[in-house]
């Protein structure tokens, strides 16, 4: 809030995690600039010419280059339709539901069509077997369910149609992980800031009492721990191993001096390094 004052400890974490940003950006930046070039593609501003149109075909399972395929006429077997759901080839999974297949149908881990599409972001495919009453909350063997799946292939939009058909956002599966840890350790800001919006609990706790954040400090995860922070994750739950996330924040302290701190390369003091050894 405007003129609200920011709480010591959290800005404190805030400014090492600008800090971090500051020096990955960096040194993704560097490496540019030393192979010379504009990065542009032919096309202009780094765009990829067809690109979009290569993007929507492969919803459908179509590649340029190929011929369009034609309508599924034949049966499809379960194993063909569950391959359909992964490579995103509609006309075969539409094929199956018309002929009055199961759209729960799953493999042998009890993972369904549905959480094949939503790994792999087959919003099509997805929504196709919602309407053909999927579950939304079938649990596989790990007792994951869709959700989890959409957030650990990164996919926002899945996420939200999910969620729209009443998938629960605060769900757990066999480790008591939620679709936010899922989405957490996979580096996905955008779904995380999604579920935190739409209600989900910040501080949930899995299995080994890790929340979220502990999660985004143990794998470095600097922009979604700056964005648990600011939607009021609590940074002194420990977990089963007595653990705080600002705990495992201040084993970063050392690291990050020591990069700020680092002599540029070229630098005399590296010049001497080198020499001496």
Not at 11 to 35: H, N, S, Y
Not at 267 to 275: I, L, R
């Amino acid at each position: 809030m405007q003129g609200a004052t920011m709480d010591p400890a959290v800005k404190w974490v805030t400014e090492l995690i600008d800090q971090k940003l500051a020096l990955e950006e960096e040194q993704e930046v560097r490496p540019r600039e030393g192979r010379g070039g504009s990065g542009l593609r032919v096309g202009g501003a780094g765009r990829d010419p067809g690109g979009q149109d290569r993007a929507l075909l492969g919803q459908r399972g179509w590649h340029l280059g190929a011929t369009v395929p034609s309508p599924q006429t034949g049966p499809v077997k379960e194993e063909a339709f569950l391959k359909a759901t992964v490579k995103g080839k509609v006309p075969v999974v539409e094929k199956f539901l018309e002929d009055g297949g199961s759209p729960d149908t799953c493999d042998e881990f009890r993972r369904t069509a549905l959480h094949r599409a939503s790994l792999e972001g087959f919003t099509e495919i997805v929504e196709k077997l919602l309407a053909k009453g999927a579950t939304v909350g079938f649990r596989d063997r790990l007792d994951s369910t869709a959700v989890h799946w959409a957030c650990r292939g990164g996919h926002l939009e899945v996420v939200k149609l999910l969620k729209e058909r009443g998938a629960d956002l605060n769900v757990r599966d066999k480790l008591l992980s939620t679709p936010l840890h899922v989405a957490t350790r996979t580096g996905m800001p955008d779904i995380v800031e999604y579920l935190i919006n739409n209600g989900v609990d910040v501080n949930s706790r899995d299995r080994e009492g890790d929340s979220a954040l502990h999660d985004a400090v143990r794998l470095s995860r600097y922009k979604i721990i700056k964005m648990l922070i600011l939607l009021g994750a609590n940074m002194m739950g420990k977990n089963l191993a007595g653990k705080t996330p600002t705990d495992l924040v201040q084993l970063w302290q050392a690291d990050t001096r020591h990069a700020l701190e680092k002599p540029e390369p070229g630098t005399v003091e590296t010049s001497v390094e080198t020499s001496e050894s």
